[in-house]
C-alpha cells in the first residue's frame, strides 16, 4: 500500500498554516501517524466519507526561519493485511518566517544650506518589487539599486528644506516585503 501526502500551501510565511492530505491506497490497519521535519504537524484525523482512506492534519512552520524547508513522513503503517505501506508522494514545501528588514544610514547628519546627504537604504532580504521611500521634510530622490549588491542595497539624495533654522527630518521606507 502507498501512501501520497499533498499541501494546499507550498510556500509557507509568517502566520501560515497549510492543511496536509494523506491520501492511501488502501485503509490504514491502525490510524497512521505522521511526522513533520520541522514545525509543528497536527494529529492526523480521518475526513468523513472517505471510507479511511483520507486523513488530515494542519502544519504550522517554524519561526524564525530564513528559508528553509518541511518534509512531511508516514510513520510505519500498514494495511488489514500486515503489508507495510510506503510514500509514494511527498510535497516539497518552503519555509520563510522572518520578517525583513531595512536599516537607513546616511554621509551627512548635520545638514546647511547647499547640502546634500547620500541616503543607504540596506535591506536584509533583496525586495519583491522596487522599493519607494518618504522624507518627512526636504526632498528625497527615487531609490536607485547600488550596482554589485545584488539587489540588498539602495540609494537616495536627500535636499534639506530651505528656511529651516533646526530641525529634524524622518524617513520611512513604504510597503514593501520580501519573496515570501
Do not use: H, M, Q, R
Not at 24 to 50: N, R
Not at 146 to 161: D, F, I, Q, R, W
Amino acid at each position: 500500500p502507498t501512501v501520497a501526502i499533498a499541501t494546499d500551501d507550498a510556500a509557507l510565511k509568517i502566520g501560515d498554516t497549510a492543511k496536509v492530505t494523506f491520501t492511501f491506497s488502501e485503509a490504514p490497519a491502525v490510524a497512521p501517524t505522521a511526522a513533520a521535519s520541522a514545525g509543528t504537524l497536527s494529529a492526523l484525523v480521518v475526513k468523513d466519507g472517505t471510507n479511511g482512506l483520507v486523513y488530515e492534519a494542519n502544519l504550522t512552520p517554524p519561526a524564525n526561519v530564513a528559508a528553509g524547508s518541511v518534509n512531511l513522513t508516514v510513520n510505519g503503517w500498514s494495511d488489514a493485511a500486515s503489508n507495510t505501506g510506503s510514500t509514494s508522494a511527498t510535497p516539497t514545501i518552503t519555509v520563510d518566517t522572518v520578517a525583513p528588514t531595512v536599516a537607513i544610514a546616511t554621509n551627512d547628519d548635520a545638514l546647511k544650506i547647499g547640502d546634500t546627504a547620500k541616503i543607504t537604504f540596506t535591506f536584509s532580504e533583496v525586495p519583491k518589487d522596487a522599493p519607494t521611500a518618504l522624507a518627512s521634510e526636504g526632498t528625497l530622490s527615487p531609490l536607485v539599486v547600488k550596482p554589485s549588491t545584488g539587489g540588498l542595497v539602495y540609494e537616495a539624495n536627500l535636499t534639506p528644506p530651505a528656511g529651516v533654522a533646526a530641525g529634524n527630518v524622518n524617513l520611512t521606507v513604504n510597503g514593501w516585503s520580501d519573496a515570501a
